[in-house]
């Protein structure tokens, strides 16, 4: 997969819904009948980030779900892309980028949503032709004034800011023309999860699915 052909897949998937739920899940009975939640909610986008022993099993399980798109975060190593494709991932994201990690998504036909921080970050993955990416930490480096300041001078780049948002500053990033969707994970509270409460996260999810951008 070229990282042209990745930056087209990247952009249908963050054009799906104005917000990718960032999943971090401990017990895997919880993976498929959250996935089921937010999907019915209007989010069909999920990522599953690999900071769990159970991660990979929770892809494997939500991979299952009708209308649900199930991603791969926290990609660190191409052995990380190798176990991620192999669970069932249909994309992944990464915190940021290397060579290396570039090169094994390439290799293995996996569209990566790649992190920049700065200008030159954003640069170096468009030099390469990864034109949709990932602003993260999005609220730690300076937030929606800072990721509009750096889409002045690079238009080419759209991104997912992911990163300290939440329903009360998304809609200042879903109002930026460099953003395509964010990502968070206020859709998804643990307290929700270990309560089985899948209504409350029904909610939560039409709530984000209707934001404007």
Not at 3 to 26: F, G, H, T, Y
Not at 46 to 75: C, F, H, N, Q, Y
Not at 89 to 117: I, M, N, W
């Amino acid at each position: 997969m070229t990282p042209q052909d990745a930056s087209r897949a990247n952009e249908a998937l963050c054009k799906l819904a104005p917000v990718i739920p960032v999943l971090v899940i401990d017990d895997v009975a919880h993976a498929r009948p959250l996935a089921e939640a937010l999907v019915a909610g209007g989010l069909p986008v999920l990522e599953v980030t690999l900071r769990t022993p159970v991660a990979l099993d929770a892809i494997r399980e939500m991979a299952k779900v009708e209308g649900g798109v199930v991603g791969a975060g926290t990609l660190l190593t191409p052995e990380d892309v190798t176990a991620a494709v192999a669970a069932g991932a249909k994309f992944g994201v990464s915190p940021g980028a290397t060579d290396r990690l570039l090169d094994a998504c390439e290799a293995a036909d996996l569209p990566l949503l790649a992190g920049a921080a700065t200008a030159s970050e954003a640069m170096a993955l468009l030099e390469r032709g990864y034109s949709v990416q990932k602003f993260f930490p999005a609220e730690a480096n300076g937030g929606a004034p800072a990721l509009k300041a750096i889409g002045a001078p690079i238009p080419q780049v759209k991104f997912c800011p992911t990163g300290g948002i939440s329903m009360k500053n998304v809609g200042d990033y879903l109002s930026l023309k460099n953003v395509l969707c964010c990502g968070g994970s206020w859709v998804a509270p643990k307290e929700l999860m270990q309560a089985g409460d899948w209504d409350g996260i029904v909610a939560l999810a039409r709530e984000a699915a209707a934001l404007p951008r």
